[in-house]
Structure formats: structure tokens, C-alpha cells
């Protein structure tokens, strides 16, 4: 079962002594947290002395993950597009330090040869899944804590013919500053990747990853993709830096720029 509360870092303010580091004895409530960015922002919140719980819906795959990160991490079902779960997942919580929400499923393409389930799918599950995690998390979010939303870089440039899909990322910067206005003290930033060589393209057809590495590479500053850890390390200056808050970042290797 998830921890209750932060001892190790309330004991040591207690007894004057200095903490080990901004994020020992804390509560990272990670969905999402089984695989690709939530899972490596996982490993770096553990290494930094916090205690993970993970979420998502494949239980499987959330053991291996636990198990992996060793005695600090704990699991827990959870269905972003379903509010009971996400009320049952944080019922179980006394307090939450930080949450980030990776965990999305959603389809991509033109506004003419998509459903209008399919164009829907990223507000639905990407959007909206955020919007209520960060709701049910409110009660249990601790004063000096923070949530980081996960919005991408087509939000601020749209890579091809996926109006939809821009909107989405565009509107969870928004709903990123609106919440950081609502919920203050609380921290509410956004981070806004560019395409990433990890997890969520390995399960895509190795024809579609070639063109669109390869077409990534030539529209960004750097010329080459982000790695998931990359991403995990913007995550964790958003966890960490106490006067941030209402910002997005953008770890794209300078794609919004070009």
C-alpha cells in the first residue's frame, strides 16, 4: 500500500537537521509510471530519496516497474479516463508531494480522414484524463508541492496535418496556468517534449519512426531526438525549483524554434 505521509524529511526538520535533498522522504505520485518517461522519472525521484507510487492500467507491467525500482516504490491500478478510479486511486493516499500524468492513449491525423471518436481521443484521455487526476489529487496535495502536466511540442507547432492533437498540447499549457492561479500555494507547471526515441515510438511501425525521426531531426536546432531521460530531468526541475510555477518547458532540442 502507498506510505503515509514523508517521516524521513519531517523528522529531520524536526530535529534541525539538513535534508539530503529537496525530494527525500517525499510522496511522487507517478501515472503513467510503469514505462517510458513516468517510469524514468521514477528512478530519478527514487535515487533522489522520495518514495514512488505508481499508476496505471496494466498491472503487469506496474509489478516489473516496482520491482525494478526497489523497496521506495508501490503500485496501484488506475484508469485516468475512469473517475471513480482515479477517486479510489487517491483515496488511498494521506498526501501527495508531487504528481506527474503521463499515462495517455489517443489517436493522431487530419481532421478529414479521422472519427470523430478518434479526433477526440487525445482531449479525452489526454486532456481531460489530467484535468480529473489533478482533481481528485487537490484535497491530499501537499502546500509546498507541485503537479507537472504532460502537453508536447505540436502544441506550440504542429509537425503535420493533426489539428486535434495540436489543440490538446496547446490546451494543457493552458489549463497548466489556469490551475497554478487556483490551486497556489501548490505548483502547477507543464513540460512539452519533442519527439523522444523511447517508449512510445517502439510500438509504432518501423517505416512511420524512420520518416518521422528522420524529419524531426532536420526541423530542430539540435538535430537529433530527446531521450526519455531527458525529459525525466526537465520533470524533476519542475518537482524541485519553488519559485517555478505556471511555466512550461519545452526539452524539444530547439524544434518550437525553427
Given at each position: 500500500?502507498?506510505w503515509?505521509?514523508?517521516?524521513?524529511?519531517?523528522?529531520a526538520?524536526?530535529?534541525?537537521?539538513?535534508?539530503?535533498?529537496p525530494?527525500r522522504g517525499r510522496?511522487?505520485?507517478?501515472?503513467?509510471?510503469g514505462?517510458?518517461?513516468?517510469?524514468?522519472v521514477?528512478?530519478?525521484?527514487?535515487?533522489?530519496g522520495a518514495h514512488?507510487?505508481?499508476?496505471?492500467?496494466?498491472?503487469?507491467?506496474?509489478?516489473a516497474?516496482a520491482?525494478?525500482l526497489?523497496g521506495r516504490a508501490?503500485?496501484?491500478a488506475?484508469?485516468?479516463t475512469?473517475?471513480?478510479?482515479?477517486?479510489?486511486?487517491?483515496?488511498?493516499?494521506?498526501?501527495v508531494d508531487?504528481l506527474?500524468?503521463?499515462?495517455?492513449?489517443?489517436?493522431v491525423?487530419?481532421m478529414?480522414?479521422?472519427?470523430d471518436?478518434?479526433?477526440?481521443s487525445?482531449f479525452v484521455?489526454?486532456?481531460?484524463?489530467?484535468?480529473?487526476a489533478?482533481?481528485?489529487?487537490?484535497?491530499k496535495?501537499a502546500?509546498?508541492?507541485?503537479?507537472?502536466?504532460?502537453?508536447?511540442?505540436?502544441?506550440a507547432?504542429?509537425?503535420?496535418?493533426?489539428?486535434?492533437?495540436?489543440?490538446?498540447n496547446?490546451?494543457?499549457?493552458?489549463?497548466?496556468?489556469?490551475?497554478?492561479?487556483?490551486l497556489?500555494p501548490v505548483?502547477?507547471?507543464?513540460?512539452?517534449?519533442?519527439t523522444?526515441?523511447?517508449?512510445?515510438w517502439?510500438?509504432?511501425?518501423q517505416?512511420?519512426?524512420?520518416?518521422a525521426?528522420a524529419?524531426?531531426r532536420?526541423?530542430?536546432v539540435?538535430?537529433?531526438?530527446g531521450?526519455?531521460?531527458?525529459?525525466?530531468?526537465?520533470?524533476?526541475?519542475l518537482?524541485t525549483?519553488?519559485f517555478?510555477?505556471?511555466?512550461?518547458?519545452?526539452?524539444?532540442?530547439?524544434?518550437t524554434?525553427?
Amino acid at each position: 500500500m502507498p506510505w503515509k505521509g514523508h517521516e524521513e524529511s519531517a523528522h529531520a526538520r524536526a530535529h534541525g537537521l539538513p535534508d539530503a535533498g529537496p525530494l527525500r522522504g517525499r510522496t511522487v505520485v507517478l501515472i503513467g509510471g510503469g514505462s517510458g518517461i513516468g517510469l524514468r522519472v521514477a528512478h530519478r525521484a527514487v535515487a533522489a530519496g522520495a518514495h514512488v507510487v505508481l499508476g496505471g492500467r496494466t498491472p503487469a507491467r506496474l509489478v516489473a516497474a516496482a520491482a525494478e525500482l526497489g523497496g521506495r516504490a508501490c503500485w496501484r491500478a488506475v484508469d485516468t479516463t475512469d473517475r471513480s478510479s482515479l477517486a479510489s486511486f487517491f483515496t488511498e493516499l494521506d498526501r501527495v508531494d508531487h504528481l506527474f500524468t503521463s499515462a495517455a492513449s489517443y489517436r493522431v491525423g487530419p481532421m478529414r480522414e479521422l472519427s470523430d471518436e478518434d479526433a477526440e481521443s487525445p482531449f479525452v484521455s489526454k486532456f481531460w484524463g489530467q484535468y480529473h487526476a489533478v482533481r481528485s489529487a487537490a484535497p491530499k496535495l501537499a502546500e509546498d508541492g507541485s503537479v507537472v502536466l504532460m502537453a508536447g511540442a505540436a502544441g506550440a507547432r504542429p509537425p503535420a496535418a493533426a489539428p486535434a492533437y495540436a489543440a490538446c498540447n496547446a490546451a494543457i499549457e493552458g489549463l497548466g496556468r489556469g490551475l497554478a492561479v487556483e490551486l497556489a500555494p501548490v505548483r502547477v507547471n507543464v513540460v512539452s517534449p519533442g519527439t523522444v526515441d523511447g517508449n512510445l515510438w517502439a510500438h509504432r511501425p518501423q517505416e512511420d519512426r524512420g520518416a518521422a525521426f528522420a524529419q524531426y531531426r532536420r526541423d530542430t536546432v539540435l538535430g537529433r531526438l530527446g531521450t526519455e531521460d531527458e525529459i525525466a530531468q526537465a520533470v524533476l526541475f519542475l518537482f524541485t525549483n519553488g519559485f517555478t510555477t505556471g511555466s512550461t518547458l519545452y526539452p524539444d532540442g530547439g524544434y518550437t524554434l525553427r
